[in-house]
Structure formats: structure tokens, C-alpha cells
């Protein structure tokens, strides 16, 4: 199995508390952490307000951050879960991740997706199109990166985008452009557009959501005559670990606790429904356990989240310790 970490940029509260001038030092040390440890890549969301709910808290820019990621670290890959497509113009966008990659010497991957914080999409003048439109635009954006990246050069009469000879130089230092994971698990439209484009899919972690999601992918693959075997399955866990039950009791409490001035004891507590009896919540053993499930279900890739990690990293440490070593 590969892992994969989220830094906290402050979307999910994760950075409350520190002085916004010090937020940064907190991530790029997370990162530096990250490098010289068993991870292979690191993510953020891209976001531009708060959840549970939009609040006057930071939430630090995706592709800002990864160019200083890549300035900054010199062998995990760098993600984003996932980049929405309408934010920005899909040539326009080729052509910064292309610069990040040669920035970091090749180790861009591009998450993408058609996007869902409908309360960020109308604050920042996107409006917020019908599924079908942003769906319309994931697919005719990532034949413009494909384009882009493996030839230099992009045009595309569509719908939604039109590009006429976007010239795209350097091109990305990967050999056929940067890794495409389709983030979503939408079965009619999203995951087909994974099965005809992605190098990577993101979809539900659970056992039976992943089983499902993964059947669904075989099936459009089959149809599209291309290689399932060829998609490397992730998904994104939420983590809570400790030594003990009662530890990890203390982690999920600690958020609440956290959250709560921001958001109200409602939203907080429910926050706890992407914990509580999923995968990454337990003690390393029970952890490995469910990961093995997960493993043998065709999930390879885990993606994992801490809430906690700009204030303390011991859970993350004993995760590196008691888990990775166990199924890496």
C-alpha cells in the first residue's frame, strides 16, 4: 500500500489558534516532516472557504501552495483533493501545474473534479452551474491538459472551454504529462470520465462504497474498452489513532472541542460521522486490520488526514511507527 498525507491549510479548522503569519511555518514544517519520512506525497484541498460551515477563518490557496511545496521539499509528490476545474481556466491551469513540475523536478499529480461547495462557487462570481455543466467541464478540461502536457500545444472547440493553440512550454518533466486522478464518485458521468482519462480514481473509502464505486468503474472501463487493472483505486481516510481505545476517544473529543467555537456544538459533533467505525479510526493494530480489508478490495492508495497534526504530531508518528511499516 502507498500513503499519502494532507497538510492542514485551514479549510477543515485545522489551523485555528495559530497566528496566520505562523501558518505557513506550520505546513512547510509538516512537509519537511513528511519528506524525510515513509510518505510518498502530500495534499491539500482546494478551497477557498471553510467547512462545515464558511467562517472568517484562513484557508490557504491549493496551487499557491503547491509551488512552495515544491520549492520546499525535495522527494514526496504533491497533491491537491481535488482541484475544481471551473475555478480556473483549464489552459491557464496546465500551464501552472506544468511550472510546478518542473519546480519540483517532477512530481506533480493533478487532482481534478468537477466541484461541490456550492457557497464558494457564488461568493467568488462562479455562479453554480448544474452537475451536467460542471461535469462537461471536467471532461473537456482534462482533454485540454492531456493536450497540453503530452504535445505543448492545446485547441479545443467546446462547449465549455475553447482554446486555440494554448502553447504549454516547458511541458511537465513526466514522461506523457502529469498523473490525472478523478476525484468523485458519480456513477453515471464521473466515474466514466475516470475510466476513460484517469491514472488514478478517489472515491469512497468505505468497504461497501468502494466495492460499489469500484464496480461501477470495471463496468464503464469494459464499455471504453480500456484497462481497469491500469487505474490505481485511492481514497481518503480520516484519521484518529491512538494506543489505546481510550486515546483515540480523547482525539475525536479534542476536535470537537476545537471545532466548536467556530462552527457551534451541532456541526462540530457531526463532524464525527467521517470518524466514527471508518477505517482509519483505532489503535494501530485495529488501523491495519482495516486497511488489509481495503487492501484486498483493490484500494492501494490511501490518502490520510489528522485533525490535529499542526498541533501535535504524535499521532501521525505512531501511524509512521505502528501502521505503515505493517502494510507499506
Not at 484541498?45 to 484557508?59: I, M, S
Request: aromatic residues 10%.
Amino acid at each position: 500500500m502507498r500513503f499519502g498525507l494532507f497538510v492542514p491549510q485551514g479549510w477543515r479548522h485545522d489551523l485555528v489558534g495559530i497566528d496566520p503569519a505562523e501558518q505557513w511555518a506550520v505546513m512547510k514544517g509538516l512537509a519537511a516532516h513528511a519528506d524525510a519520512g515513509p510518505w510518498e506525497s502530500i495534499w491539500v484541498y482546494d478551497h477557498f472557504h471553510t467547512v462545515p460551515a464558511p467562517t472568517d477563518q484562513a484557508t490557504h490557496e491549493a496551487w499557491t501552495l503547491m509551488a512552495a511545496f515544491a520549492a520546499s521539499t525535495e522527494r514526496v509528490r504533491l497533491g491537491q483533493m481535488c482541484t475544481c476545474m471551473a475555478y480556473r481556466n483549464p489552459a491557464y491551469l496546465a500551464k501552472v501545474a506544468a511550472t510546478v513540475d518542473v519546480v519540483s523536478g517532477g512530481r506533480v499529480e493533478m487532482g481534478i473534479g468537477g466541484g461541490w461547495y456550492e457557497h464558494e462557487w457564488r461568493a467568488y462570481g462562479y455562479g453554480f452551474p448544474p452537475p451536467k455543466d460542471r461535469l462537461g467541464m471536467l471532461d473537456e478540461g482534462v482533454q485540454i491538459f492531456r493536450q497540453a502536457w503530452q504535445k505543448g500545444v492545446a485547441t479545443l472547440d467546446g462547449t465549455h472551454y475553447r482554446v486555440d493553440g494554448a502553447i504549454c512550454e516547458p511541458r511537465p518533466i513526466q514522461d506523457g504529462g502529469i498523473p490525472i486522478w478523478i476525484a468523485g464518485g458519480g456513477e453515471k458521468v464521473t466515474l466514466r470520465i475516470a475510466a476513460r482519462y484517469a491514472d488514478y480514481t478517489n472515491f469512497d473509502g468505505s468497504p461497501e462504497g468502494f466495492t460499489a464505486k469500484s464496480e461501477v468503474l470495471a463496468r464503464h472501463c469494459g464499455e471504453l474498452g480500456t484497462d481497469f487493472e491500469a487505474i490505481v483505486r485511492t481514497a481518503n481516510y480520516n484519521v484518529a489513532v491512538g494506543a489505546t481505545e481510550a486515546e483515540v476517544s480523547d482525539r475525536l473529543r479534542q476536535l470537537v472541542d476545537r471545532l466548536t467555537p467556530y462552527v457551534g456544538k451541532e456541526k462540530a459533533e457531526a463532524q464525527l460521522g467521517g470518524f466514527r467505525g471508518l477505517p482509519g479510526v483505532g489503535t494501530p493494530e485495529q488501523i491495519v486490520e482495516n486497511l488489509r480489508g481495503m487492501q484486498e478490495r483493490g484500494m492501494t492508495y490511501g490518502i490520510f488526514y489528522f485533525p490535529e497534526a499542526a498541533y501535535d504530531r504524535s499521532g501521525i508518528e505512531l501511524f509512521e511507527r505502528e501502521v505503515i511499516p505493517n502494510l507499506a
